[in-house]
């Protein structure tokens, strides 16, 4: 069985404290913190932001951005043929439409989708994979394959089935009191 690292150890760098003098400050501060929500709530903001920070190393190992992955995988969600409107595409990845065309040109530029015009409705732009977006796409899916098995390695079978049902209890709290929190607050690019 695999030790466990103290939670004093668990730190971002030489400039953030453990989660425990996190929330022994924040209980300083502020009296009425339950310290079991906030070892929770800390703990997944600090998973979250360096697992986007070694997805973000791997799609750039792949010479993509987040932003470009963001974009192949969900036209690959959508499902074969891999093609929709900007405005569709802008809408799901919580973009304004001005963001969204910037993206696609810098993606058409790099083969990595096209965009022509809907034989049906001349007016209408739509947004396909192309072979090599695809190709990009699988490849990130097989790094964070690996990536993602290497970070639940210490759990079971049994604790990955629990925690993962856990988190999705938590998810559907905040998908319920913030519906309209999917996108961004603001562009990225």
């Known amino acids: 069985m695999p030790t466990e690292t103290p939670e004093a150890s668990l730190t971002s760098g030489p400039h953030e404290p453990s989660l425990d003098e ?28 360096r697992m986007n920070v070694a997805y973000g190393r791997q799609v750039a190992d792949l010479g993509i951005s987040n932003t470009e992955w963001e974009v192949l995988k969900t036209l690959v969600l959508s499902g074969s043929p891999y093609r929709m409107g900007p405005g569709e595409l802008a809408k799901r990845l919580g973009l304004t439409p001005a963001a969204m065309t910037h993206r696609i040109d ?6 990595l989708v096209t965009r ?18 695809r190709a990009k796409w699988l490849e990130a899916m097989r790094m964070a394959t ?26 559907r709290r905040v998908e319920h009191d913030q519906p309209d929190a ?5 562009d990225l690019d």
């Open 182 to 186: 999917g996108g961004r607050l603001t």
């Open 22 to 49: 996190q929330i022994a400050a924040y209980q300083r501060e502020f009296g009425d913190l339950d310290p079991q929500v906030e070892k929770v709530v800390s703990a997944l903001g600090r998973l979250n932001r």
């Open 106 to 111: 810098r993606m058409a530029g790099e083969g």
């Open 116 to 133: 022509d015009r809907d034989e049906n409705n001349r007016v209408r732009v739509i947004v396909e994979l192309t072979d090599e977006g």
């Open 146 to 171: 690996n990536f993602e098995e290497d970070l639940l390695q210490d759990l079971s079978g049994d604790e990955r089935a629990v925690l993962g049902e856990l988190l999705i209890r938590v998810l």
